[in-house]
């Protein structure tokens, strides 16, 4: 597997994603995956509030589903739950924002399709991956890694249930969330800082079921685990939510 980011000018609010996709993705072949970072998505989509009008505090109340009430908050960041997804401060972004709180995109997934639709066409290609990513914290570890907020064009999920390990013994539960491990291999690519590179192309992915529709609502389901079946549903449901 190759991760490669694509450099690209400052991306301004207000720009057509469509055409900042002419402009750089000069070329895609079947089998490849297209990453966008959801944060050009926002500027694109005009989701972003001057830092002038409100508080962080009371944005987050607005975006979030749910707020973790907590009286130790040593980076100003507040644990939250937004679109099924556990997210530092619902998403909310002041990196590289000039002034202003870059909020989630909109439509997540129908952005994904969109693009998928439009490329394919382009390209001329049946068998493309296409995901919109966003930076993610695990507990207990430094650093961020990634995950997928909307996809389209191959399953977000590769089973290992019933499929014997390395002593002939089935496996139970284990799956590989494909969507959250190609965002993070683009995450490490494209970067935190200044180094201007929203998109990258993923090829020769492994574990890679590629399919000519966009998600069924039952498969946006399948990625999401409830918080009572939650391997950390001792600490998720025991925790003081706020909900909004």
């Given at each position: 597997?190759?991760?490669?980011?694509?450099?690209?000018?400052?991306?301004?609010?207000?720009?057509?994603?469509?055409?900042?996709?002419?402009?750089?993705?000069?070329?895609?072949?079947?089998?490849?995956?297209?990453?966008?970072?959801?944060?050009?998505?926002?500027?694109?989509?005009?989701?972003?509030?001057?830092?002038?009008?409100?508080?962080?505090?009371?944005?987050?109340?607005?975006?979030?589903?749910?707020?973790?009430?907590?009286?130790?908050?040593?980076?100003?960041?507040?644990?939250?739950?937004?679109?099924?997804i556990l997210i530092s401060s619902a998403?909310?972004?002041?990196?590289?924002?000039?002034?202003?709180?870059?909020?989630?995109?909109?439509?997540?997934?129908?952005?994904?399709?969109?693009?998928?639709?439009?490329?394919?066409?382009?390209?001329?290609?049946?068998?493309?991956?296409?995901?919109?990513?966003?930076?993610?914290?695990?507990?207990?570890?430094?650093?961020?890694?990634?995950?997928?907020?909307?996809?389209?064009?191959?399953?977000?999920?590769?089973?290992?249930?019933?499929?014997?390990?390395?002593?002939?013994?089935?496996?139970?539960?284990?799956?590989?969330?494909?969507?959250?491990?190609?965002?993070?291999?683009?995450?490490?690519?494209?970067?935190?800082?200044?180094?201007?590179?929203?998109?990258?192309?993923?090829?020769?992915?492994?574990?890679?079921?590629?399919?000519?529709?966009?998600?069924?609502?039952?498969?946006?389901?399948?990625?999401?685990?409830?918080?009572?079946?939650?391997?950390?549903?001792?600490?998720?449901?025991?925790?003081?939510?706020?909900?909004?």
């Amino acid at each position: 597997m190759q991760t490669s980011p694509i450099k690209t000018h400052k991306v301004t609010l207000g720009e057509s994603l469509e055409n900042i996709l002419d402009q750089y993705v000069t070329n895609l072949n079947d089998g490849d995956i297209l990453a966008i970072t959801s944060k050009i998505v926002s500027l694109c989509q005009g989701q972003v509030v001057e830092k002038s009008s409100i508080s962080k505090r009371n944005l987050i109340a607005r975006e979030a589903d749910s707020v973790l009430h907590t009286d130790h908050n040593p980076y100003d960041l507040y644990l939250t739950i937004k679109d099924n997804i556990l997210i530092s401060s619902a998403g909310i972004d002041e990196s590289n924002s000039n002034g202003v709180y870059i909020l989630y995109p909109q439509n997540v997934q129908t952005v994904a399709h969109t693009v998928w639709k439009y490329l394919t066409t382009k390209f001329s290609i049946t068998d493309l991956g296409v995901i919109i990513t966003d930076s993610h914290t695990t507990p207990m570890r430094w650093g961020v890694t990634g995950i997928t907020l909307g996809w389209c064009g191959f399953e977000p999920l590769y089973s290992y249930i019933d499929k014997p390990d390395i002593f002939g013994q089935p496996m139970r539960v284990t799956k590989i969330n494909l969507l959250d491990a190609l965002a993070t291999s683009a995450t490490l690519v494209m970067g935190e800082g200044d180094e201007q590179t929203p998109l990258a192309i993923i090829i020769k992915a492994p574990k890679i079921s590629f399919v000519k529709h966009p998600p069924t609502p039952e498969e946006e389901k399948s990625v999401i685990i409830s918080m009572e079946d939650d391997i950390y549903a001792p600490l998720l449901m025991g925790a003081k939510w706020v909900k909004h």
